[in-house]
DNA sequence: TAGGCCATCTGGTCCT
DNA sequence: AGGACCAGATGGCCTA
C-alpha cells in the first residue's frame, strides 16, 4: 500500500478530500471527534460492523441457478432474432418454434453465447455478494445511503489500516485515537486513516444537519 | 439535465 | 474446448 502523507495545516489540505465535498471551516476537529468516539461506543448496535461478523449474503440472488437466469433473460433468448410480430398465434408459435429449432442447430455461436452470458450474470452476482458483505464490515451510519463498490473497496482498505495502526499501537482504539490527534502526530497522519475519519466526520456532520433540520 | 452508479452484453485472453 | 476472468460499450435509473 502506498504511504501517503497529509499536512493538517496546509492551506489547501482541504481539496485532497474533494471527494467528501467542502469541509466546513467552522468545523470543530477534536470536539467532534470525541462526540464521535463516544458515540461510537453507544452507537454499537447502529454501525454496521461490529454487529455484523458472521453477517450472511443478503444477496439471495448470489444463489440463483442455471434455469432462473435463464429465465430472466431480458434478451438474446435462443431465436431472440425471430420476428416479434409472430406470437400468440397457435400455428405461429409452432412455426416459431421450428425456426428456434433452425436457429439452434445453425447458430451454435448464439447458444455459446448466450451460456456465457449466463454464467457472467452469476459471476457478477457473487461479486455482488461479496460487496454486500464487505459493506457489512465496514463502518456506516444507518442513515448512511448505501455505499458505491469503489466506496466500500477505499473505505475496506481505510479501515484495514486503522484497526492495524491500532492493534500495533497496542492501546484501546479511543486512547489511540486521542494520542493521534494530539500534539506529537497532529501535523501527519496516514492518509488512510484520515480518510476514514473525515468519513467519519462528514457523517457527524450530515446527522447535525439532518437534526438542525427537524 | 449532467454525472454517477450499476447491470448486462460482448469479445478477447488466459487457464485447466 | 470450455470456462473464468476482464475490460469496453451501452443503456437505465437516480440524484443534485
Known sequence: MEDLFLDFDAQDAATD???WGQMDPNFQFQSQLDT???DCSAMTGQLSPWPSFGCQSVFPEAQLTFTDLDSQSPQLEVGAEVDSSLVDEPHEIGKRRQQQRRLTVH???KVQRHAANIRERKRMLSINSAFEELRCHVPTFPYEKRLSKIDTLRLAIAYIALLREILMSGCDPKS???EFISEKKKRVLFIN???LIFFLLKQIEFEQKVELKM
Open 17 to 19: 478530500f474533494a471527494f
Open 176 to 178: 489511540y485515537v486521542d
Open 36 to 38: 464521535l468516539l463516544f
Open 193 to 195: 486513516f484520515t480518510y
Open 107 to 109: 447458430h451454435p455461436y
